[in-house]
């Protein structure tokens, strides 16, 4: 019953669709310890071998574990003695684009230098100006360290959490990460909520009807390969996808596609693709969606000039006119009437959005003819362009416009999200990882503040709640905007994300100095763990049991295997909370079935992958038999799959063979456009595609943030581009005259790897300004400028282009904030030090709403590659 073809294999079994690569040369022993891993630099290895310093060395798959949303690229590490020598992609099998190879990045294949940088933590540390008595919270950033024991840094742990828990309660603690689910059994912790990447996709999607992931709203790549046309706004996959998804949309091109692109800059995917170029304004997709709907209504006749697709509108959608309005709501309030300005006296023409978003009317008219129903248009953004506030009707604009022109459920046509891993690859993950066994622990607490207020909230001791919602779901959802206190004395930070990925890095660091006491779990100093008190060092991926994910592109699993041992004094997440544990009077049990290996062998074992009799009935991916249970050491059942274990760990991926036509075809909304009534939208009350949706207006206004309208309308926008005047109508540009918006770069990840010495060689992270607002100030690539916001500055070198729309500043997310005391500024370049001081609507992630002024900057500023790594703790002779 096996579906496997092994690329070693010289024949194929019956129904051969999953296809793994070919077996590495060797692999390590699943049983017995992992190779020991030295405990000095790679270079140091290499220098010492005489000889071949390759000789005896073996390719593995190892971890990438970026969370670009492609890490489930092949990642092979040429390993030798607990070294990883060098790093290589995908080469398991011939490229194609039915089978194409997973082939990862410069990020990724930069790990190695990651792993074993000049500056991994290497032991506990203790902040010498802290004691249980005088927390000297003033010098958190500024303070020398010591070296401490694991026994004494958990001890402390223990101490600074019970007092807190006995003083204060368990809610004045504020945490994240693997600690949770101890101090859930201590009484609970207050928690944070945010829409994440998604910007304001999150919650708009769950009522008016639409899907804020490409999983469901983007066409599969061979379907994609169909389009005559692909609009593109806000898309950069060169850059954040630029592995296997950057290839996808190369395919398309080559199938002859036309592309144009609707951004404030002409990135390089636009480059790559050809694209033609029309510039807008940062956030303001909105304004030249509705000047299209103008065109298409006041143009269309569906006998000569068929510009909309009238059945789908009145089969598949609610709100477009006023003989759609849903009951009890006001036949005026349609949005056909609201375009033409019917009762609100203001036509949405190409001349009023030009003015809103900067691009020419021409254009804007241009563009509606190219959307065409009778042309196989797919229209696909990005969460970009939503991670702005006051855009929460920016899913409905999308959704409207392609219920408009009726790219919708056909082939060749999409229109929506196509990011992340499912750039240019759209439709259900056909692999999906099993449960690590592990028991949930449920929070006692609902206490849960947004991140766009986090920071305040802590310092004013008052935040809005609405509900408990920690998580991309949104499950516990209750606006009722209640007014609650909060009082944190404690901050357990374990990752970058307070400090990097959070709002206003300003305040935080302001908080963070308030604390009576802060705990980081890191494996380089970063910036939550130079403002800490106590920093415990932890394991990479590449120092644990393995990692299974499939995260990645649809078609594709990966399994990693472990490298090395623990660096230095180096434990695992879970190890912290396995030491932590006896001291609370807990066992290791309470919070984990077993080692990290068996929880790893448990996401094995439950893995799965869509049957392709049907294309969507999960069967079970890996046969595993009793002597894998017995070299392994766990508990397990033999079972039977498709891909033997021993192959799956030796390789480290499992892809599925797609062809044109096949069970795994992904149109979006196919079965919805046949038949909506026996195939409602899941996302609303009325079952269609909601153009006006009082649920959504309803809910989202109710959170307390501003009132949202129920219909699809242009709305002025918190640090939006009206922000940057003082007198918009007169065109008076105002004291903050630039918009700042961020882009995901080649260098870093989720602000992961910005300590990387070659990226930032490699890679430079500029202010990146237009050539006509550089001229007016005077400044010419590689001057150093000062960018300050409402919320704060960052001084950095500058890059002048063409490609970029005047009035607007790129800061390309990613950079670790490192305070100057000469410039009072930040020159990490942490483009979450500009963000901030504003909630709207549901609460929206604003990190591309900034406003900023500028200057240049006169005093010195070093290049990040000149920057000499930050170590801790140095022991003599080191």
Not at 72 to 94: F, P, T, Y
Not at 413 to 422: K, L, P, Q, W
Not at 821 to 844: F, H, K, M, Y
Request: hydrophobic share 35%.
């Amino acid at each position: 019953m096996g579906y496997l073809e092994q690329a070693t294999q010289t024949t194929v079994s019956r129904r051969g669709f999953v296809k793994a690569g070919a077996a590495a040369a060797a692999a390590t022993a699943l049983t017995g310890a992992l190779a020991g891993c030295s405990p000095q630099s790679e270079n140091a290895v290499e220098l010492s071998e005489t000889g071949n310093p390759e000789e005896g060395a073996t390719w593995i798959p190892v971890a990438c574990w970026l969370g670009c949303g492609t890490a489930a690229c092949r990642n092979m590490g040429l390993v030798k003695d607990g070294i990883v020598l060098r790093q290589k992609s995908d080469d398991s099998h011939e490229d194609s684009a039915e089978h194409p190879q997973r082939r990862g990045c410069l990020r990724g294949r930069s790990q190695r230098k990651h792993v074993f940088s000049a500056d991994r933590l290497k032991y506990p540390m203790k902040r010498k100006g802290w004691s249980p008595d005088a927390p000297n919270g003033e010098m958190r950033g500024k303070d020398e360290w010591e070296r401490i024991s694991w026994d004494e840094a958990l001890q402390i742990i223990h101490d600074e959490l019970q007092k807190a828990i006995d003083t204060y309660g368990p809610a004045s603690i504020l945490a994240h990460g693997e600690i949770t689910g101890l101090l859930n059994k201590l009484g609970g912790y207050t928690t944070y909520w945010s829409t994440h990447s998604f910007g304001s996709y999150s919650l708009s999607t769950r009522f008016n009807g639409y899907h804020h992931h490409g999983k469901v709203t983007a066409s599969d790549r061979l379907s994609m390969a169909k389009s005559e046309t692909v609009v593109m706004f806000g898309v950069n996959p060169a850059w954040s996808g630029c592995g296997t998804q950057s290839w996808y949309w190369q395919q398309v091109k080559e199938a002859g596609a036309k592309f144009i692109a609707v951004d404030p800059r002409y990135n390089d995917s636009y480059a790559m693709l050809n694209a033609e170029w029309i510039p807008i304004y940062p956030g303001q997709d909105d304004a030249l969606i509705l000047g299209l709907a103008y065109v298409l209504i006041t143009e269309d006749d569906p006998a000569s000039n068929p510009l909309i697709d009238w059945d789908f509108l009145s089969r598949c959608t609610i709100g477009f006119d006023a003989d759609s309005m849903p009951e009890g709501a006001d036949p005026k309030e349609n949005f056909r009437d609201y375009v033409l300005g019917t009762y609100d006296g203001t036509p949405k023409t190409p001349e009023w959005a030009s003015k809103l978003c900067g691009a020419s009317p021409e254009q804007i008219r241009d563009l509606a003819y190219e959307l065409k129903p009778e042309k196989k248009v797919s229209i696909v953004t990005s969460w970009a362009p939503a991670r702005r506030h006051d855009t929460d009707h920016l899913s409905q604009m999308f959704m409207t416009l392609g219920s408009m022109t009726g790219h919708f459920g056909k082939e060749g046509h999409m229109c929506g999200i196509c990011c992340d891993a499912m750039t240019a690859d759209g439709g259900p993950r056909l692999f999906s990882t099993g449960s690590s066994g592990n028991p949930d622990i449920e929070n006692a607490l609902d206490e849960c503040i947004n991140t766009g207020e986090l920071w305040e909230s802590v310092l004013k001791g008052e935040y809005t709640f609405n509900g408990r919602m920690p998580g991309y779901g949104f499950d516990n959802l209750n606006p009722i905007a209640e007014k609650r206190s909060c009082d944190i004395h404690v901050l357990y930070a374990t990752g970058i994300g307070w400090l990097g990925s959070n709002e206003d890095i300003s305040k935080g660091i302001e908080v963070f100095r308030k604390m009576d006491f802060v705990v980081a779990h890191a494996w380089a100093p970063n910036p939550p763990a130079i403002y800490a008190d106590i920093v415990l060092p932890v394991t990479t991926p590449w120092e644990r049991a393995g990692r299974i994910s499939a995260d990645g592109g649809r078609d594709t699993i990966t399994l990693a295997q472990p490298v090395c041992d623990p660096l230095y004094e180096a434990r695992s997440d879970q190890d912290v909370v396995r030491g932590l544990a006896p001291l609370f009077g807990f066992k290791e049990e309470d919070f984990y079935c077993g080692s990290e290996k068996q929880q790893l062998f448990n996401q094995i074992a439950g893995s799965t992958v869509f049957d392709p009799a049907d294309g969507e009935t999960p069967i079970p991916l890996v046969t595993i038999t009793q002597d894998d249970i017995d070299e392994w050491g766990v508990e397990g059942e033999p079972q039977e799959g498709q891909v033997a274990l021993k192959e799956f760990w030796e390789t480290g991926v499992v892809t599925v063979h797609r062809t044109d036509g096949d069970t795994y075809t992904h149109i979006p909304f196919k079965a919805f456009r046949e038949d909506p009534e026996a195939n409602p939208s899941e996302n609303s009350e009325s079952g269609k595609f909601e153009i006006y949706s009082q649920k959504m207006g309803e809910t989202l206004s109710a959170m307390g943030y501003g009132e949202v309208s129920p219909l699809t309308v242009y709305k002025e926008k918190a640090m939006g581009y009206e922000a940057t005047f003082s007198d918009f109508a007169a065109g008076v540009k105002g004291e903050y005259p630039f918009q700042v918006f961020c882009l995901k770069t080649l260098r870093d990840v989720a602000s992961t790897m910005d300590n990387v010495p070659q990226l930032r060689e490699t890679i430079e992270n500029p202010v990146i300004m237009a050539a006509a607002d550089a001229k007016d100030l005077g400044i010419q690539t590689g001057d150093a400028v000062k960018v300050t916001s409402p919320t704060g500055a960052i001084v950095r070198k500058v890059s002048v282009t063409a490609r970029q729309m005047p009035g607007t500043l790129v800061v390309p997310w990613g950079g670790w904030y490192e305070y100057d005391e000469a410039a009072q500024a930040d020159v990490g370049g942490a483009s979450n030090t500009l963000t901030g001081g504003v909630v709207t609507g549901q609460g929206t992630s604003g990190y591309n709403s900034a406003i900023a002024k500028v200057e240049k900057y006169t005093g010195d500023i070093l290049n990040d590659v000149e920057k000499a790594p930050v170590v801790f703790f140095e022991e003599d002779g080191e």
